[in-house]
């Protein structure tokens, strides 16, 4: 499922992690958090064993905020699940420990009451067994959203609502921008060259991005999916990303203004520089359509940061 949309369905399987975290959302009053556990297993079993298992629900003011106190409790080994030593104010446990439960799955509500809005992380903990003695496989659908004054629920995080209007608003900004571009290059037809032309060709991939993404944010704030329009995105937002650097680039060769050709090592350029931004592309379409908590969100994140 998207990392954009707020229902994941999250598989898990052979994860050898002690702790990892499945969502940041900004809850307001009356917001609810909802965990569905399924097909839960461990590798080996631990024969017995005490298992202290759980979810809990982290507050906290940013992303760095939430690293600073994991890495906090980790330095004091202190388990986030165990409510008589948890060295963290105003987290929750939410997941039961009984082994039978996690065998025939469970699931939990958590609504947010006055007083206690904020920005919470949902983090997955396995205390015992310990990590690297056992591995966890199990299936998650989480559900995230907070409900307004008449009672609808918006599946956007805190703060995100006004989104699908702000983007809008740049499409339309953009899309005047083109337009202005094109009458500006048509009246001064004796000074345009072909790279004017795709200056007008990015500002209107640039705008098309920007309508799919407000389009995709508004059936996320309704349904908590995108229901397919974010695959427009990223397909404007791979155009859009290729053309940018392509005009720079010709731009800065100097490429229809002062030379209608590229030399080798210009061309060169390109063929290095094109294919990297086709990875920096799949690694961000790997980015938004993967949960978080997955192993494979992790890869993508590094690799996006690399060729990006």
Not at 3 to 30: C, M, P, V, Y
Not at 245 to 262: A, E, N
């Amino acid at each position: 499922m998207p990392t954009d949309a707020r229902i994941h369905d999250l598989k898990i399987q052979g994860d050898g992690r002690s702790i990892f975290g499945i969502e940041r959302f900004g809850f307001r009053e009356g917001g609810v958090v909802k965990l569905e556990v399924k097909s839960f297993g461990m590798s080996p079993l631990p024969n017995g064993a005490d298992i202290n298992t759980g979810f809990t629900l982290l507050k906290t003011d940013s992303e760095s905020d939430a690293l600073s106190k994991l890495e906090a409790a980790q330095e004091a080994k202190k388990c986030l699940l165990d409510t008589d030593e948890n060295v963290l104010k105003d987290s929750k446990w939410i997941a039961p420990s009984d082994s039978k439960k996690w065998s025939k799955g469970w699931t939990h509500e958590q609504v947010i009451k006055k007083d206690e809005e904020g920005l919470y992380q949902v983090l997955f903990e396995r205390c015992k067994p310990q990590a690297g003695t056992t591995t966890v496989s199990f299936e998650l659908k989480a559900i995230f959203y907070n409900v307004d004054a008449s009672g609808n629920k918006n599946y956007l995080t805190a703060g995100e609502s006004s989104l699908p209007t702000i983007y809008f608003m740049f499409t339309l900004l953009y899309a005047g921008m083109t337009l202005f571009w094109i009458y500006y290059c048509r009246a001064n037809n004796e000074f345009v060259h072909h790279v004017h032309m795709m200056m007008a060709l990015l500002l209107m991939f640039k705008a098309m991005s920007l309508l799919f993404h407000s389009v995709s944010y508004h059936f996320i704030k309704l349904h908590g999916q995108p229901v397919g329009w974010n695959v427009l995105y990223y397909i404007f937002a791979f155009l859009k990303g290729t053309t940018f650097f392509v005009v720079i680039l010709l731009v800065g060769t100097g490429w229809s203004m002062l030379k209608p050709y590229l030399n080798p090592k210009e061309k060169q350029i390109l063929i290095i520089v094109l294919p990297l931004q086709v990875l920096d592309n799949i690694a961000l379409v790997v980015l938004e359509e993967m949960s978080p908590g997955s192993e494979a969100w992790l890869t993508g994140r590094d690799i996006l940061t690399l060729f990006d």
